[in-house]
């Protein structure tokens, strides 16, 4: 089985430089054309199953993605896909942030650790998207699944596939996972393994 995870398009708070956490943040014009390019780089590809986060703009990537199926009610929405929560930084500029929290709140960032703050720990994302892949393994006779989610879910994801011991936070290691990109994790007899990561050419 492939697992292909695509992040969401560009939202109004990723242009901004804010935090979006659990909010109802949507695409950017060119967040929805970065969905429409996605699209067509997967067209050849069949996925027997799609899951998606539930929040709004992994919604509306998933509808430009997916179209016929978000209107055929076949995507499966899951609150384990959600992004990692900030708690009270929603919609506040990164900028502002660092002249009143300093370094540790420079850290927290890096880390993608929120708990101190209101929002999630690291941890918290991690057991989250471990619950989740979990379920994927018990669908382990389909051959493709397709994923809307979060930069800091296929993080997670990633750290929990390669093995980083999950008392790392999962923004210590240094994978980028741009807007829209396509990230394939493969799973067969009981194993994981990563394919590709941050992938934004034709996908296979």
């Known amino acids: 089985m492939k697992v292909y995870f695509i992040r969401h398009g560009q939202t109004t708070c990723n242009a901004a430089g804010w935090h979006q956490g659990w909010g109802p943040i949507g695409l950017t014009e060119k967040g929805f054309a970065q969905a429409r390019e996605t699209k ?12 998606s ?26 609150a384990d896909l959600r992004e990692i929560d900030t708690g009270v930084f929603y919609k506040k500029a990164f900028s502002d942030l660092y002249p009143i929290y300093g370094d540790e709140y420079k850290r927290r960032r890096q880390d993608m650790d929120y708990g101190i703050y209101g929002g999630d ?4 994302i991690r057991t989250r998207v471990e619950n989740f892949l979990c379920r994927i393994e018990a669908d382990a006779d389909l051959d493709r699944v397709a994923v809307v989610a979060h930069g800091g879910v296929i993080l997670a994801a990633a750290n929990i596939i390669l093995g ?6 999962i ?33 296979e």
């Not at 067509?40 to 899951?51: A, E, G, N, T």
């Not at 720990?121 to 918290?124: D, E, I």
Request: charged residues 25%; proline residues 5%; hydrophobic residues 35%.
């Open 171 to 203: 923004g210590r290691i240094p994978i980028h996972v741009a807007n829209c990109s396509v990230s394939v994790f493969g799973y067969d007899k009981g194993s994981w393994s990563v394919k590709q990561i941050n992938y934004t050419g034709r996908i």
């Open 53 to 78: 986060s539930d929040l709004l703009r992994t919604r509306q990537t998933a509808e430009v993605i997916f179209t016929d199926e978000f209107r055929a009610g076949r995507i499966h929405f899951d």
């Open 40 to 51: 067509r780089l997967i067209s050849d590809i069949h996925f027997d199953k799609i899951y």
């Open 121 to 124: 720990s690291s941890r918290a």
């Open 164 to 169: 980083v011991p999950p008392e790392l936070p």
